[in-house]
């Protein structure tokens, strides 16, 4: 029986090719897998003896070969196929052991040229790989290092690998090579400029019980590079097992977290922000929040984006929550939201990324893909449209609240004051709607003037203006861009409202 070896990947290789010749195996392998394998005691045959024919130009070919190719492929049942190995002096090739030339670890690094990244095109490999697995029947394809253990011991127990387990490697096999070529086909085009196709790769994290409700299946699955403020690299400390609408909730906090530098708290509810707040200190923010809505955080997620303290933890602890999410938590915090079983108590990294991700929705027949939308801008005296200029206690509040709305459902919005939400009005058919629920909120909660107003999209009418006025607001953010924008102006001015011009919507349908 002879194996053929030629991996990048060396992980656990020396054990698994000592435990092949300790079963009688011939060891056929190339390169710098030949000379690990001699330096560790195993004896192997260089791939040139095999074909008669040196490795050339730098090594870009040595394996594709007759000798190799037609060993693998040759169907054993088929006498054929068998008398022609024969005719040709050919002899089969039992076992493929081949992992790729490491693209994607190349095309990771910072500054990689395209010469550096096309020379780790692996050639050779896939087309080893694939022949294996086409005839997985009589080849065992052993692509993954997991599988090594697994391998030897059918060999050692049987002789030979079984038919399900061979099957098995096959498809992984044709799954490494289709990532692989499709991590390369989109590096290619980006080069290229091309975007008429989309290739997507996620790993399977975990099979969830159900989607949006019970009778919807779902799975959950991981992109294959770690990101920061990402669901699919947290490291859940305790709790229950994350729901799909867990998951969905939880990434919109993060979307909210990673727009504010300063210590900053938010809870959510269906998505939607439903306190939220910035203060000196992360517990000064945790408990502005949780004041701003008292009754909505029941049953919510809350995030913060410094270290969670015990204190913190103490303010939660009466509380009833889904999940707590933080960059990291002390010790004492651990302890004291240990006592609450099924709360669900994640760490996320929260590093900047140097450019926005993409995000993807699926529609019925078709994805849509965007940047995420990681813009922000700070609200600045300039944006003044108004006579009635902005305090600067005014413009604290007006950049919080811009920042907020952002991550409210369209039509959005939210009413602050002190850098903390006071009323919260989202995914209403008409911008006034909106602006009623969040001035009501703001109203039953006891704050009557001095309100601030941020309007995620644009005020096309002066009926939203007025509203606000009635209720104690006395400063309004908004993108601008309507054919009637002077229609607000003009009302804000009559009523001592200063207004402001973003520039920029932040819709979030």
């Known amino acids: 029986m002879r194996a053929l070896v030629s991996v ?48 050339i130009l730098d090594g870009r070919v040595k394996t594709l070969h007759p000798k190799v190719h037609g060993g693998i492929l040759a169907r ?36 990689v040229s395209m010469e550096d ?36 011991d059918e060999l050692r127990a049987r002789g030979k690998t079984s038919d399900a387990t ?28 091309l975007n008429e196709k989309l290739f997507l790769e996620y790993d399977l994290k975990q099979p969830l019980r159900y989607g949006e409700n019970p009778h919807q299946s779902a799975n959950f699955y991981a992109a294959p590079q770690p990101a920061p403020y990402s669901l699919a690299f947290a490291r859940q400390i305790q709790g229950k097992e994350l729901s799909y609408n867990n998951i969905q909730d939880a990434n919109a906090a993060l979307n909210v977290l990673r727009d504010f530098d ?20 992360v517990e000064a923010a945790w408990q502005a929040a949780y004041e701003a809505d008292k009754v909505s955080i029941y049953g919510g997620i809350v995030g913060v984006n410094r270290e969670l303290t015990a204190e913190v933890a103490l303010g939660m602890k009466p509380i009833f929550l889904e999940i707590v999410i933080a960059p990291s938590y002390t010790l004492e915090a651990l302890e004291i939201l240990s006592a609450k079983k099924n709360l669900r108590v994640l760490e996320v990294p929260m590093q900047r990324e140097a450019q926005a991700p993409m995000q993807y929705v699926g529609v019925n027949g078709g994805l849509l893909a965007q940047q995420l939308d990681t813009a922000m801008e700070t609200v600045k005296p300039e944006m003044c449209v ?24 369209s039509n959005a ?12 009005g989202a995914g209403q058919t008409n911008r006034v709607g909106s602006a009623e629920i969040a001035l009501k909120q703001a109203q039953a909660a006891g704050f009557t003037e001095g309100l601030i107003l941020a309007s995620d999209g644009f005020l096309p009418f002066d009926d939203t203006v007025a ?27 009559e009523l001592g409202i200063t207004m402001l011009f973003t520039g920029v919507r932040h819709f979030k349908h």
């Open 386 to 409: 108004t006579k009635v200029q902005p305090t600067a206690a005014q413009l604290a509040d007006l950049d919080f609240g811009w920042r907020i709305v952002k991550h409210i459902k």
């Open 467 to 493: 509203l606000a006025a009635r209720y104690g607001v006395s400063a309004i953010v908004q993108p601008g861009g309507s054919i009637r924008d002077e229609d607000a102006i003009k009302k804000a001015d």
């Open 413 to 424: 919005i939210a009413v602050v004051r002190d850098n903390h939400t006071i009323g919260v």
């Open 8 to 55: 990048s990947d060396k992980t656990g290789l020396v054990p698994f090719v000592q435990g092949l010749q300790d079963l009688g195996w011939t060891i056929i392998a190339t390169g710098g897998t030949q000379k690990l394998l001699e330096s560790s005691g195993v004896k192997t045959v260089g791939i040139s003896e095999v074909t008669g024919f040196p490795e």
């Open 262 to 281: 300063a210590p900053f708290c938010v809870a959510l509810k269906h998505m939607n922000p439903c306190g939220a707040a910035v203060g000196a200190t």
């Open 117 to 152: 990244a096309i020379e780790n095109i692996d050639i050779g490999g896939p087309s080893m790989v694939r022949s294996a697995a086409k005839n997985w029947r009589d080849v065992t394809i052993v692509c993954d290092p997991a599988d090594y253990g697994r391998v030897l």
């Open 76 to 111: 054993r049942d088929l006498p054929a196929h068998m008398q022609t190995l024969a005719t040709q002096g050919i002899e089969t090739i039992d076992l493929v052991c081949v992992n790729l030339y490491p693209f994607r670890q190349t095309i990771a690094k910072e500054g």
């Open 166 to 193: 061979r099957l098995q490697l096959s498809a992984k096999a044709y799954t490494h090579t289709a990532e692989y070529d499709m991590c390369i086909s989109s590096w290619m085009r980006k080069q290229a400029g």
